[in-house]
């Protein structure tokens, strides 16, 4: 008997998602030993907003981080219980409908899925043993009703904002503060090379204005600030002041609009779902478009025979910005334009009065050397387009009461393109000059066909019963890439570095898989499984390795037991799997390749993995309970993963080792706890709250390297350590600051030093792992007569980030370009002030790398919150609808880090945060009319 749901699921209904966050589960009957259901909430959590439902992956479930780049249109990364594998990422394996599904989860609207299943192992799931490694996330298409029906259709129509969600950080915005903190820099800097402090408060003042920093007030330059005291002019009237955050950030709209119809006859079934997406992202020229239709056909033709059919049609695409193409830290980065820009820096030409100077041509303002970033970045910069169809027929047939056979397949195709103008500040591919204007385009195809037949058994006597399948699963998939580059002008190029830019990759799967399980007494489960697979890649082009295909066959395993009380109070459980993890390219990965390989005119990191060298080999162990009583239920698992041969990239080079590229296979072992408490504090026929804390704890060790390597460096300060955890943080130790000058102590060679140039390897100190010690949600559900609440915490606890943002924002040591401070600078040391632990502005090495920039990488985010009123049906008398819902939500609403500005949650793996797109804060008005 189903007594509760012992998971927290929720059901959006503006975006018309339910999404039931399992543990290990191939159904919604069995998570883990634990007997569940939750249909019969299915009212009560109405909504939600949720442009990519993979952003709420990690609400009411243990063991799932998922971080966003906030960009409209892109998929949230996902880790089920931490890293493990190559390059520290994880690719959860995506069913849609029973099939796999390789293209982006972006591209599938939330409104057609009925339902979403997380499995962190797939001992229970049917989908192949060998494609479980990293998880599996399931989704249900709508269908149907289950009973015959006249035609029923739902409305629902949304209206949103999107904002900014973390605040910048706190940089200098008084243009006169700014003059004073650039006049006390320089005078140091003068100081050191003459020192004479009288004389170089002059020449301070004489170099304070520049190509890139002007003079905006209406006094002569070198009257800005006082040589002697270092003070602002008071008498100083501001005339103008350029503001490039409000030039790049916006408020961004978002409106969205899903129909839905479904009829059910006697013995077929017919549903449609058609959805439109247009969401604005707070910076300009960022947008996303979705269109989707969904048809779902089924009809049984006999007792026996079922057949049906879902078909989907999708259209998306929008401008994008994106840092891994060679614009991170640079002047066509938006975050980093508007955080090096400083209160008196020029992005429009001015006339002595002030006035914006204006191109004759055009009518638009004259933009200064600066400013011509912000207009490559305004310009129609990068655009995607994308669009996908998939069909996916199946048949049922049961043979006899104990055994029945079905069949499905599916053909899935993507066809992506991404266009790019370019214009004279951009390098294509090592180019010597700079090209003509034109326009860079790349192209990806991938097609991928599925066939899976299946044999199911059934057979039950008195208190035994036993299922099984059998199944068979052919996929062949192929992505085709390629870039290049058209201009209206003929240039004759010096030299053509990007003589490899296409990319194809075929690959076939054969897998076959058996499954078995026996239940007693509705109290004991036992489930066997057994997995052969062959993986095959064959490289078309310049990447093959002698022509031939890689061949790679596994026998993989698994088995779990459960155990039950009678009543369900109580009950244990036990998983163990051996699988392999397969390498499944996806076309938009292929496609990022070759674009970026376009640009930086080098052979692409990811070639590498695509031949497979080391094929990973994981380990799973899981121990479980739970327990149900009253209104408490709380379920612990302890469960370890360990990966042979985790391919791993190094990307930095050691000196003293080979140039070349190192490829290492990692030995990683995973050990963690999972903890979720459910308290029910109020149930009666009035109110209703549910309370949920879920918490996990991972810790990732290297237990071995190849090569016979104790230690690999794979980027400044990041430290593979045999032994030690997975991507460990160093840094040298900065103790002090010289209250004589203002200079920066390191620790170095048992001592200390102000060179900063002697500190070496040796003398770096462990700052700690970046993977945090403790993360999950907090989550609240209160059903009151017609209102409905929900609210969503998450969060993550422990670890470090190195903040490379602060860093660049402390830096005061530049004589030519002045980039903007952070207002920490003005506790920097000074003569009035010897004992401040900020290095004297214009030191050397005064944002030198040290521990002094790393901080807890602890946050806390209000993911989602909810409020919704469904009207009285009295109310509506003749209207004819059936039910009509208002409903006000937001997700994103609040952020609390260690510093503001900081997301530790943008790269919670790599450690070292610098310009990353800040999520977006949502905050939408809907209503759903069901008539």
């Known amino acids: ?155 629902d129509v949304s209206l949103g904002v999107n904002t900014r969600a973390i605040p910048e950080y706190d940089l200098i915005t008084d243009p006169r503060q700014f003059y004073e903190l650039r006049h006390q820099s320089l005078r140091e800097l003068y100081y050191r090379t003459n020192g ?269 019963r036993w299922t099984g399948l059998l199944q068979y699963m052919y996929e062949a998939s192929s992505q085709r890439s390629r870039a290049y580059y058209e201009s209206e002008v003929a240039i004759p190029f010096p030299q053509m570095p990007w003589e490899h830019t296409q990319y194809n990759i075929w690959n076939q799967l054969h897998t076959v898989d058996g499954k078995v399980v026996y239940n007693y007494n509705n109290r004991f489960d036992v489930t066997a499984r057994i997995n052969y697979a062959q993986n095959r890649y064959r490289n078309l082009d310049q990447f093959s390795i002698n022509g031939k295909p890689t061949l790679n066959n596994k026998l993989n395993y698994a088995f779990k037991a459960a155990w039950n009380s009678r009543k369900e109070q109580w009950g244990l459980w036990a998983e163990f799997a051996q699988t392999s993890n397969y390498l499944r390219p996806g076309a938009e990965r292929v496609l990022e390749l070759v674009y970026n390989y376009f640009y930086r005119s080098a052979a692409p990191d990811e070639v590498f993995f695509f031949e497979n060298r080391y094929m990973p080999r994981q380990t799973n162990l899981d121990l479980g309970a739970y327990l149900n009583v009253g209104r408490v239920f709380t379920k612990a698992t302890v469960f370890e993963r360990q990966v042979n041969n985790s391919l791993h990239l190094n990307e930095f080079f050691t000196p003293g080792w080979p140039t070349d590229r190192m490829l290492d296979g990692f030995d990683v072992r995973n050990r963690g706890v999972e903890l979720s408490l459910e308290y029910y504090p109020l149930q009666n026929s009035k109110i209703r709250w549910q309370t949920g804390l879920y918490l996990t704890h991972v810790k990732a060790t290297i237990k071995d390297m190849k090569a016979a390597r104790d230690t690999v460096l794979t980027d400044i300060g990041v430290f593979q350590i045999k032994g030690g955890e997975l991507n460990g943080l160093f840094a040298p130790d900065m103790t002090g600051v010289d209250p004589n000058d203002g200079s920066s102590i390191f620790a170095s060679a048992g001592g200390s030093t102000k060179d900063y140039n002697t500190v070496l390897l040796e003398d770096y100190i462990r700052m700690g792992s970046t993977a945090p010690f403790l993360y999950g949600s907090w989550v609240n559900n209160i059903y009151a007569g017609k209102f409905s609440f929900r609210m969503a915490w998450t ?83 003749k209207s004819g609808y059936e039910s009509l819902n208002i409903y006000a939500a937001g997700e994103n609403l609040l952020f609390f880090s260690a510093r503001k500005g900081l997301n530790p949650n943008a790269d919670f793996m790599g450690g070292r945060l610098g310009n990353a797109y800040l999520p977006m804060r949502t905050v939408m008005l809907g209503v759903k009319i069901d008539f």
């Not at 030993?33 to 442009?51: H, M």
């Not at 992956?57 to 219980?81: E, K, M, V």
């Not at 010897?834 to 944002?847: D, L, R």
């Open 196 to 464: 004479d402090w009288n004389e170089a408060g002059r020449l301070a003042g004489n170099a304070l204005i520049d190509a890139y920093v002007r003079n905006i007030f209406d006094v002569p330059d070198y009257t800005l600030v006082d040589p002697v005291s270092g003070k602002f002019n008071a008498a100083a009237n501001l005339r103008y002041q350029d503001k490039p955050d409000e030039l790049i950030q916006r408020t961004g709209l978002r409106q969205a609009y899903n129909l839905q119809a479904y009829k059910r006859f006697k013995s077929a079934g017919l549903s449609f779902n058609a959805g439109y997406l247009k969401e604005n992202s707070y910076l300009r020229n960022n947008d996303f478009n979705r269109l989707n239709l969904t048809a779902n056909a089924f009809w049984n033709a006999s007792e026996k025979l079922s057949l049906g059919m879902n078909a989907y049609l999708t259209h998306s695409g929008g401008q994008f910005w994106d840092a891994d193409f060679l614009d991170q830290r640079s002047n066509r980065d938006p975050f980093n334009f508007m955080r090096t820009t400083t209160p008196v820096s020029p992005v429009y030409e001015r006339d002595n009065e002030g006035n914006i100077i204006q191109d004759p041509n055009t009518g638009s303002g004259v933009l200064t050397p600066w400013g011509k970033g912000l207009a490559w970045f305004l310009q129609n910069k990068r655009a995607s387009d994308n669009n996908m169809i998939r069909l996916n027929p199946y048949v049922k047939y049961q043979l006899s009461k104990q055994l029945g056979f079905s069949f499905q397949g599916a053909y899935t195709a993507d066809a992506l393109k991404r266009t790019e103008i370019n214009n004279s500040r951009i390098i294509v591919g090592g180019a010597t000059p700079p090209l003509a204007p034109g326009v860079i385009m790349s192209k990806g195809h991938s097609e991928q066909i599925n066939v899976n037949p299946k044999i199911h058994f059934d057979s039950e006597s008195g208190r035994h």
């Open 1 to 155: 008997m189903l007594k509760r749901k012992t998971t927290l699921c929720f059901v959006f209904t503006c975006s018309g998602l339910i999404a039931a966050a399992q543990e290990a589960t191939d159904s919604l009957k069995i998570v883990s030993g634990v007997r569940t259901t939750y249909y019969k909430e299915k009212k009560l959590l109405e909504l939600s907003t949720v442009t990519n439902f993979t952003n709420m992956l990690s609400i009411g479930t243990t063991g799932i981080q998922a971080t966003s780049s906030g960009a409209p249109g892109t998929d949230a990364g996902i880790a089920i219980r931490g890293y493990s594998n190559r390059h520290f990422e994880q690719n959860p394996l995506i069913i849609l409908d029973g099939l796999p599904y390789l293209g982006s989860l972006s591209a599938i609207n939330p409104a057609g899925i009925e339902s979403i299943t997380l499995h962190k192992s797939g001992i229970s799931a049917d989908a192949p043993l060998n494609l479980a490694a990293d998880g599996i996330i399931e989704l249900v298409s709508k269908q149907a009703s289950a009973y015959s029906a006249p035609w029923q259709v739902s409305l």
């Open 795 to 877: 969060y993550a606890l422990g670890g470090k980030v190195f903040d490379q943002a602060y860093q660049a924002a402390m830096d005061t040591d530049n004589w030519a370009l002045s980039a903007n401070y952070h207002q920490d600078v003005t506790q920097a040391w000074s003569r009035a002030n010897t004992s401040a632990q900020v290095p004297a502005m214009g030191s050397y090495f005064s944002n030198a790398y040290s521990d002094r920039f790393f901080v807890s990488g602890s946050w806390l985010n209000l993911k989602s919150l909810m409020l919704n009123y469904s009207i009285p049906i009295n109310w509506m008398g």
